[in-house]
């Protein structure tokens, strides 16, 4: 060992003095501070448990089935299944993205008043007239009376009621 450097053998014997001791500190603290073993306070404590069952797809309640009712007004004929009559709803088809002119009045003459796209629904709330070699019915556009109109009977498909 060095004389004069920093590792002299009084620095040596210093640093160990005050490892041990902090050492030694540290352990008195941990064991004075640690909870006692018999400390009833502490025992382990009992969980409670609740199950709470995973919801199933029937369910609890069934009402009882709809009983049908049928009152048709007097003097109105029922339409046949598929047939175009009025309160029937219709879709427009087989314009191939070309659409249907609803016009002001029956007939190929009378004034468009709008184009009525593929797949767009309407209710009949009039017609049948008979006007250039075909059968015309009055549309309007469920969603918006204003969309309202005349259209050939050939482009359009009778649909479930929405």
């Known amino acids: 060992m060095m004389k004069n ?3 002299n053998l009084r620095t040596l014997i210093g640093t160990l003095t005050i490892a041990a001791l902090l050492l030694c500190g540290t352990l008195v603290l941990i064991l004075w501070f640690r909870p006692a073993a ?3 306070e502490l025992a382990p404590a009992s969980a409670a448990l609740t199950l709470i069952p995973a919801p199933t797809s029937t369910p609890r309640y069934l009402p009882p089935p709809p009983t049908a009712t049928l009152s048709l007004p007097t003097g109105t004929p029922t339409p046949q ?3 175009i009559a009025i309160g029937v709803y219709v879709q427009i088809t087989g314009t191939e993205g070309e659409g249907l002119r609803l016009r002001a009045a029956p007939g190929l003459d009378s004034k468009p008043l709008f184009l009525g796209y593929d797949s767009e629904v309407f209710q009949v709330a009039d017609g049948p007239q008979q006007a250039d070699g075909y059968t015309w019915w ?3 556009a469920p969603y918006d009376q204003t969309r309202s109109g005349w259209a050939v009977q050939d482009y359009l498909t009778v649909i479930p009621s929405p």
Request: without cysteine.
């Open 5 to 7: 450097g920093i590792f």
């Open 38 to 40: 018999s400390s009833p």
């Open 81 to 83: 299944p598929g047939a």
């Open 138 to 140: 009055y549309l309007t």
